[in-house]
């Protein structure tokens, strides 16, 4: 069974700073996909960036990217140019590509990181 | 578009009681899936299903049942509530696709007391 960690469980950081969170995944598999998602207190949780394994480069969407490390088995998120709204719960997801029913057995999560942003 | 939506949003159960949440999408995705969210930690899957009459177990499934009569409907039932059970419940939906993301509902808040 695959394991996410995310061993920050709060971090803070000044408003236009860049922050860093940090996600470790424990896999066999070779390939899947890995995922940033942010719940705010409205619960709702929200898609910020995914990662295929399969490719090298890191993703990046606006002001988000990752720093994905394969044989490390790391995905870290840069937020940059921090605003107030991203201040949320971010959790780090892995799912698996291969066919156990299309990859359908869902997203494995970490425990989450809460992120403040200091104005 | 609604997207996923989910009733109910909040309520109180006795324990031994039953209840059934539902769980909607109007994006015909095929694939769905029911999580749970305890305090200070990440979601956790309790039964998924890929398509109108077929289901799975997930991680967590004991005390929970699952139907899936259609493509738009996923409800959760919990038989015999618990204190156990108290979380929040996220239903979700998808493709199925490669890209795999998954679009969350709203979630709905369960207190057994």
């Known amino acids: 069974a695959q394991t996410v960690t995310q061993s920050q469980p709060e971090m803070s950081v000044q408003e236009a700073e860049t922050v860093t969170l940090s996600c470790t995944y424990d896999t066999s598999e070779s390939d899947y996909y890995l995922f940033w998602y942010k719940q705010p207190p409205s619960r709702q949780m929200i898609l910020v960036i995914r990662?295929?394994?399969?490719?090298?480069q890191n993703a990046t969407e606006n002001r988000f990217s990752v720093n994905f490390q394969k044989a490390a088995k790391s995905f870290s998120l840069k937020i940059s140019d921090s605003q107030l709204g991203d201040a949320a719960m971010y959790f780090c997801?892995?799912?698996?590509?291969?066919?156990?029913?299309?990859?359908?057995?869902?997203?494995?999560f970490g425990k989450g990181t809460h992120l403040i942003i200091q104005p | 578009n609604a997207g996923v939506t989910q009733t109910p949003k909040f309520r109180i159960l006795k324990i031994g009681q039953s209840m059934t949440l539902q769980c909607t999408q109007d994006?015909?995705?095929?694939?769905m899936y029911w999580y749970r969210q305890d305090p200070g930690m990440g979601l956790k899957l309790i039964y998924y299903?890929?398509?109108?009459?077929?289901?799975d177990k997930g991680e967590v499934p004991n005390g929970y049942n699952v139907s899936r009569s259609t493509t738009e409907d996923f409800p959760l039932r919990l038989e015999l509530a618990a204190p156990s059970q108290t979380s929040v419940y996220f239903c979700?939906?998808?493709?199925?696709?490669?890209?795999?993301?998954?679009?969350f509902g709203p979630g709905t808040r369960l207190t057994v007391l």
């Open positions: 997801a892995y799912r698996s590509a291969s066919y156990s029913g299309g990859g359908a057995d869902g997203l494995t």
């Open positions: 990662q295929e394994a399969y490719k090298q």
């Open positions: 994006m015909n995705h095929n694939y």
């Open positions: 299903s890929v398509g109108a009459g077929i289901t």
């Open positions: 979700a939906s998808s493709t199925g696709t490669n890209h795999n993301e998954q679009f």
